[in-house]
């Protein structure tokens, strides 16, 4: 017969081995992190970029590169425009008169020496993810820009407003300008065509003034 005692000692022993066991099952798991994120549990927002562009490198009536997306909005990206040794500008244009300026973004002539070291800027904010086109309007010793020399942002890939077309255009005048957009068609030989994406040039404002860095 199994005395009180006993039992009170098999019942003590039996306590301290499961608190033991326990305890050994806790020391292995490894414990629960809760994962911190900044932005307070949202998506982190992408950082701004800085697109520099060269204007006439090398002497060359171009824009390197030639084209640009960049990101709009609050957290925008900023286009610059770095001139290299020569007498280059930078004007907004339309993709229907790729090389007449119609308002906005505008530097005028910039002279930089040939052995400059130094290099001005300008920059251009983006505001949203409307295509935006330039040009440069140096005309000596000939016209730069129905050489070529013109750039754009957000150019779309493919249709109306594409740069392959913009620079076409630019380079044989207005004669291979796009058919104007109307109400969301493109009238072409008497024919109203749906477009998937409708083209309509726009003309930007900019909240960064123009002027060197």
């Not at 020391?27 to 900044?38: E, L, M």
């Not at 942002?153 to 104007?180: L, R, S």
């Not at 030989?189 to 060197?212: H, I």
Request: charge should be neutral; include cysteine.
């Amino acid at each position: 017969m199994i005395t009180t005692p006993k039992i009170l000692l098999s019942t003590f022993l039996l306590s301290v081995l499961s608190t033991l066991t326990y305890a050994a099952i806790l020391t292995n798991v490894a414990p629960i992190r809760r994962q911190s994120n900044d932005y307070n549990g949202h998506t982190p927002r992408p950082v701004p970029r800085e697109h520099r562009v060269l204007v006439g490198p090398d002497g060359k009536m171009v824009f390197e590169p030639e084209w640009v997306h960049a990101v709009p909005g609050d957290n925008q990206d900023t286009v610059i425009f770095e001139f290299r040794p020569g007498n280059w500008s930078v004007t907004q244009s339309t993709v229907e008169s790729p090389c007449d300026g119609k308002g906005g973004f505008k530097t005028g002539f910039v002279p930089v020496p040939q052995d400059a070291k130094e290099f001005p800027t300008f920059k251009f904010a983006v505001n949203d993810s409307f295509p935006v086109y330039f040009y440069c309007g140096q005309q000596q010793p000939v016209n730069a820009c129905q050489s070529g020399m013109v750039f754009a942002i957000n150019p779309p890939q493919f249709g109306v407003g594409n740069f392959t077309q913009f620079k076409d255009a630019a380079m044989q005048g207005a004669a291979a300008a796009p058919k104007p957009v109307e109400d969301g068609h493109q009238w072409e030989d008497e024919n109203k065509v749906r477009l998937s994406q409708c083209f309509q040039a726009r003309v930007y404002s900019f909240n960064m003034p123009a002027g060197p860095t």
